[in-house]
Structure formats: structure tokens, C-alpha cells
């Protein structure tokens, strides 16, 4: 028997997540929450302890949903027929994940609509005289992309995610990560050395056979984009 390597089980951790968010509405439900949460706290300057009870939350509601997924995949494999214990077994799961939800959700108003932040944003202005955090923002574009790129991948119905696929994700990255060295205040040198590097990392994709310009310039534009809503739009 082949041993397993750690990239093997990367990859079958990542077919595990696809398959999750390919055929469970509610994941996909959780990582569109995700995302405006993360674009929220960026918005509403939250401290760093904040950001990591936020992290915390968010990983609690994801594992809660994947666990409930195996579970129910679990029983299906053994019984194909309504079995009283079968239910049970689902129902515990579901409340498992009741809990982590309300869990996330008590920890999100309690962040977000705190009293003096509500004063801020109903006063107008006063919210963005603490700029926010540089760290933060790069973090929360990123995880962002991530999202937007793996979502568009599974829906579109091409390729996987390691591979090919409607949008580029390695277009995507470089472009972030571009974008984010102009923003980090780079000089032009800096920024320029960064832009062609993201350009021949496009261009790489093309020759190769593994997107098209089009797939390309999608996984660029779209990660151009959300970069400059955190750092401009919301920062």
C-alpha cells in the first residue's frame, strides 16, 4: 500500500472541502457570511483581539458544518432507510451546529454593535480617524480572494481547484499580491518589479495550456478589484 504523503492529504482535505461546498448550500451560505463579516470589521477598524475572536468564531461555525456533513454522509452510507437512531444522530449534529452558530452570532453583536463603534458610524466621520490596520487588511483581502476564487471555481464546473477552472488562481494571487505592494507603500521600483512578475505569472498560465487569456484576466480583474475595495473603499 502507497504511504500517504502530506501533499496527498492536503489534496483529499481539499476534495473533502469542495465536495462540502459543491453540495451543501449552508457552506456556501457560511462563506458569503464570511466575507461581509471580514469586509465589516475592516470597516469598523476592530482591535486585533477582536479580529481573532472573529477568526475563532468563524472557524468554529466552518468545522461545525463540515462535521455535520460527514456525519450525514456517515449515516446515508449505513442505513439507506429511516432508522430512529439514524435521526438521532443527524439531529445531534444539527444541534451541534445551532450552537456554533448562535455562538458566532453572539460574538459578532457584541464586536459590531458596540456602543461607542454605533455612536462613531450614526455621528459619521469619527470611524475612519483610526486607520485601519495594514495586517488586517491584507489578511482579510486574501481570505477573501480565496473564497471568491474556490466558489467560482466549484460552481463554474471546470477543471478542479488545483487546476484549471473559469478563473485563474494563480492570476488572482499574483495580482493581489501586487496590488498589495502598491498600497503597503511601495516605491515604483517596487511596485513595478511586482506588476511584471504578476504579468508573466498570467502569461505562464496561458502558454502552459492551463487557462485561457479570458480565465486569466478574470482571476487578475477580480482580485484587482476586491483589493481595492479593502484598501481604498473600506481602509
Known sequence: MKSRTLLDSFRFALDGMVHVIR???????HLVITMAVLALSVLLRVTKVEVIAL??????VLLA???????????????DSYHPLAK?????????????????????????FD???VRQ????????????????VLLAAAVLIMILVVVTKIR?????????????AHAALAAFLATAVYYAGGNVVTVGAAAVLALLVCQSRVEAGI??????????????????FMFQVLS
Open 121 to 136: 458610524l450614526v455621528a459619521g466621520g469619527g470611524l475612519y480617524q483610526r486607520p485601519a490596520n495594514i495586517l488586517h
Open 88 to 112: 438521532v444522530a443527524k439531529d445531534v449534529a444539527g444541534a451541534a451546529m445551532l450552537v456554533a452558530t448562535l455562538t458566532a452570532a453572539t460574538v459578532g453583536a457584541l464586536i459590531f
Open 115 to 117: 456602543r461607542a463603534r
Open 65 to 79: 458544518e463540515l462535521f455535520n456533513s460527514a456525519i450525514e454522509v456517515t449515516v446515508d452510507l449505513i442505513t
Open 23 to 29: 453540495t451543501h448550500r449552508h457552506m456556501r451560505y
Open 55 to 60: 477568526t475563532i468564531v468563524i472557524g468554529l
Open 211 to 228: 487557462h485561457t487569456p479570458r480565465e486569466v484576466i478574470l482571476g487578475a480583474v477580480s482580485a484587482v478589484a476586491v483589493s481595492v
Open 156 to 168: 463554474g464546473g471546470k477543471g478542479s481547484v488545483m487546476r484549471g477552472g473559469v478563473v485563474s
